[in-house]
C-alpha cells in the first residue's frame, strides 16, 4: 500500500499543478497503466516476435507450426499481463478505477488463454467458453467478487441418490478436462520435437519413445484429474468391471493393435520411411500409430494397415537390412538380330538411368530361346525404392527403344502359322447335296 499511495500522492500533485480536479487522480493511473500495459504487448509483439519466431524456426526446421503463427500474440497479451497484475494486488483503488484496471487485467489474462489453448490446437468450440470463463474468474477476483460467484453455483445443484452434483462441479470438471486435455496436447507436441531431434536414437526407436511419452501423459493426465476433482475410485468399482469386461471382448483389436504397434516399433522389423509391400498394398511407412500404419503409396493414397496385419501376415520389406533393390526388366528381340550388340545396348541403356547405381553394374542374362524370341532379363539396382521403380523401368526401356531402332535390333511380333487343306465337303441328313462327280460338267 505504500508504494501505491505515494503514486497517488504524486498524481495528485500533479493534478493540482495542472488545475485539474485531484480526485481524478486514480482515474488517470489506472487509464495510464492500461494504455501503458497495451503500448507494452504491441513493442513487444512487434519487435520482440519477430526474433522469437526466427529462434522458434531455427529449432522447428519449419516457419508454420501454431506457436510461430501466434508467437506474437502470447507476447501482446503476456506481456499487458505481467503489467497489470502488481498494481492492480498493490493499488487501493475502487469504484471506477479498479473497474478499468479489473477489465484491462481480465481482458489480457483472457486472451492470453485463448492463444495458449490455440497453440495447443484446441478446437474454437472449447477455446471460446474457456476464454469467456478466465475473463470472469478474472474480474470477480479482481473486484473482490468471485466467494458469492462460486457460492451461487455451488447452491444450483441436485441430488442423486447419495450424490449431489452442483453447477459449480459441474463447470470445476469441465475445466478441468479441457485443460488438461490441452496441457496433454501440449507436453505431447513438445516431446515429439525434442525426441525427433534426437540424433542418437534411428527413427523406429524415436517413434517407440514418443509412442510411450504419449500414453505416459495421458496417464497422469486422467490421475490427476481423479486426484483434482476428488473422484472416489471405490464407487467406480461396477463401472470398472463393466469396463473391463469390454476391453475383454469388444476393444480387443484396439488393444492387439497397440501392443502390435508398441512390438512393431521394439523389434524393428518395420519402421518409418520403409519401403514395403502388404498384400496389394506398396509403399513407404509414414508413422506407425496407435491404431494402424499409415502406407503412402506411388499415387499418393495413404493406406492404413492395422498393426496386428503386420504382425500376422507376411510382409515385404525392401529396405529392412540394406536399402539396395535390384529391378528385373525382361526383353525380347528377335531371332535375327545381333545378340552380342543387342546386350551391350541393353547395358548401355541400363547406365544411362540416373538412378542405377554403379556397384553392383547391370548385367544381362540370355533366359531362353522362347516362341518369339530370345529373351533376355536385365538386371539393375538402385538405392531408392520409395520413389518408384515403373519409372526405371519405363526409362531404360525408352532408351533401348532408341538404342535397337539405331542399330537395326529387330523386335518379334507375334506369328502364327496356319496350314490349309482342301477336303470333300459333307453334310449328315442331307440326299440332294453330294461331292462333285469327276466325269461330271459344270453348266
Not at 28 to 37: D, E, H, K, N, T
Not at 49 to 63: I, N, Y
Not at 108 to 114: D, H, S
Not at 245 to 268: R, S
Request: with cysteine.
Amino acid at each position: 500500500m505504500h508504494y501505491g499511495d505515494t503514486m497517488i500522492r504524486m498524481v495528485r500533485n500533479r493534478l493540482l499543478e495542472w488545475g485539474w480536479p485531484v480526485d481524478a487522480a486514480p482515474l488517470v493511473i489506472a487509464v495510464f497503466l492500461v494504455a501503458l500495459a497495451v503500448i507494452v504487448g504491441e513493442a513487444a509483439a512487434r519487435w520482440a516476435g519477430p526474433l522469437c519466431r526466427k529462434w522458434v524456426r531455427a529449432d522447428t526446421g519449419h516457419d508454420r507450426t501454431a506457436l510461430d503463427r501466434r508467437l506474437p500474440d502470447l507476447l501482446r497479451f503476456g506481456s499487458g499481463l505481467l503489467i497489470l497484475v502488481f498494481p492492480l494486488a498493490t493499488l487501493p483503488f475502487e469504484g471506477a478505477p479498479l473497474m478499468i484496471l479489473s477489465a484491462g487485467f481480465s481482458g489480457a489474462a483472457a486472451m492470453t488463454v485463448v492463444t495458449i489453448l490455440r497453440i495447443a490446437a484446441i478446437p474454437m468450440w472449447i477455446t471460446i467458453p474457456l476464454g469467456a470463463t478466465a475473463f470472469a474468474t478474472a474480474m470477480s477476483g479482481a473486484l473482490g467478487g468471485i466467494a458469492p460467484l462460486l457460492a451461487s453455483l455451488d447452491g444450483t445443484a441436485v441430488s442423486l441418490g447419495a450424490q449431489r452434483i452442483s453447477l459449480l462441479s459441474v463447470v470445476n470438471a469441465l475445466v478441468v478436462a479441457t485443460l488438461l486435455f490441452a496441457a496433454t496436447r501440449l507436453v505431447n507436441r513438445i516431446t515429439t520435437h525434442f525426441v525427433g531431434r534426437v540424433t542418437a536414437l534411428d527413427l523406429s526407436q524415436r517413434a517407440l519413445v514418443q509412442k510411450l511419452a504419449a500414453v505416459t501423459t495421458v496417464v497422469i493426465a486422467i490421475l490427476v484429474g481423479i486426484d483434482i476433482l476428488g473422484i472416489d475410485l471405490t464407487t467406480l468399482t461396477v463401472f470398472s468391471g463393466a469396463l473391463g469386461l469390454a476391453i475383454g471382448f469388444g476393444l480387443q483389436k484396439t488393444f492387439g493393435n497397440l501392443i502390435a504397434g508398441m512390438i512393431l516399433l521394439m523389434d524393428k522389423s518395420v519402421k518409418p520411411g520403409d519401403v514395403v509391400a502388404v498384400g496389394d498394398t506398396f509403399g513407404s511407412i509414414n508413422k506407425i500409430g496407435v491404431r494402424a500404419v499409415s502406407v503412402i503409396t506411388r499415387d499418393g493414397k495413404e493406406h492404413l494397415i492395422p498393426n496386428e496385419q503386420l504382425m500376422t501376415q507376411a510382409v515385404e520389406n525392401w529396405s529392412f537390412s540394406s536399402r539396395d533393390v535390384r529391378i528385373h526388366i525382361p526383353v525380347v528381340i528377335s531371332y535375327e538380330s545381333d545378340l552380342k550388340l543387342a546386350q551391350q545396348l541393353m547395358i548401355e541403356a541400363a547406365k544411362a538411368s540416373h538412378r542405377v547405381l554403379p556397384r553392383p553394374e547391370p548385367s544381362v542374362w540370355l533366359l531362353a530361346f522362347g516362341e518369339r524370341g530370345l529373351e533376355h532379363d536385365i538386371m539393375v539396382w538402385i538405392v531408392d525404392p520409395e520413389q518408384g521403380v515403373g519409372n526405371v523401368q519405363s526409362e531404360i526401356l525408352n532408351r533401348l527403344w532408341d538404342l535397337f531402332r539405331q542399330h537395326g535390333i529387330g523386335l518379334p511380333y507375334p506369328q502364327r502359322d496356319l496350314h490349309l487343306y482342301a477336303e470333300p465337303f459333307h453334310r449328315q441328313g442331307s440326299a440332294n447335296l453330294r461331292a462333285p462327280d469327276r466325269g461330271d460338267k459344270e453348266d
